[in-house]
């Protein structure tokens, strides 16, 4: 199993010498050391930046080169700003292999933490599912398993704590995004011990905040935040306008950092895993995750500016 030690290590001791000295090939992680990025613990890994990935959609299907090489430079521009959590799963398409293609080519397995889902509708289904996960993604060991949107709960779970148990994952977690499933879905948060949960949540999309994101901070689960720009929703609402005057107090440049800050600044620090297709976008959302944060009060201006749009 892997424990990231020598990461861990490189990142402690040795990236200050070797970044002071120029050099370019650290590990990921030694570089986020050094880039001040706002952190949280993340089992099995350790502390990771409070902004990830995620691949639903954009890496389902490329075909020719010209549709790799952008997704090849997101992943490569992930590992070379320290970014750690990739969320993936076998209903994106092919996205898990195109995801475990682009490691193998980059070199970058070691540098994620990378999060992926079991969907199935029974016991057998779930493990032949799970067992094609690894194939996919070119690895002996995935961070994170989640059960995708609760699906056939009890016998995905006891599947991913079996694989816990034995060193093939690290994590276990559930995922869900849509309201309608909340109820059941704090139910599960209140019964079972889970690693990580993963729910949406957005600047106009807070609904996660009334019991689940409570919920996960008291039970001291790690959270996921999907859709953290409402599949775009978001940048509509907000297309041609200037940036507001407090976007400046929290050193937001661009839409998408005020948006990203807004969700990692709740107290249940949870890790934002952005869509990202492009490397300049890796560098805008991994930026997010940098410098201030709003405060409660900030948060409610936030807010209460998309609700006047
Ligand atoms: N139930 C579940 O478990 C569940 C459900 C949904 C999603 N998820 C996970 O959550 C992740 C995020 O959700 P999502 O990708 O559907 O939606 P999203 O993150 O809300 O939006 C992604 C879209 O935002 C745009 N974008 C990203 N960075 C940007 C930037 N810096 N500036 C401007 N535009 C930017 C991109 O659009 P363009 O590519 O068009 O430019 C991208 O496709 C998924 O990839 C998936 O891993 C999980």
Known sequence: MRTFDRRDILAGIAAAPLLTAGAGLLPGSAVFAQAGYNTRPLVPAGEVPLVGMGTARNY????????????????QRMADLGGRVIDTAPSYGRAEEVMGRLMAETGTRDSFYLASKVGASNAEEGRAQLERSFELLQTDFIDLMAVHNLRDLDNQLALLRDAKAAGRIGAVGITTSFKPQYDEFAAVMEREELDCIQVDYALDNRSAADRILPLAAERGMAVMINLPFGRGRLFSATEGMDLPDWAREIGAETWAQVFLKYIISHPARPIAIPGTDKPHYVDDNLGAARGTLPDAALRTRMEQFIDSL
């Open 60 to 75: 389902e299907n490329p075909q020719t080169e010209e549709d790799y090489a952008p997704l090849r430079a997101t992943i």
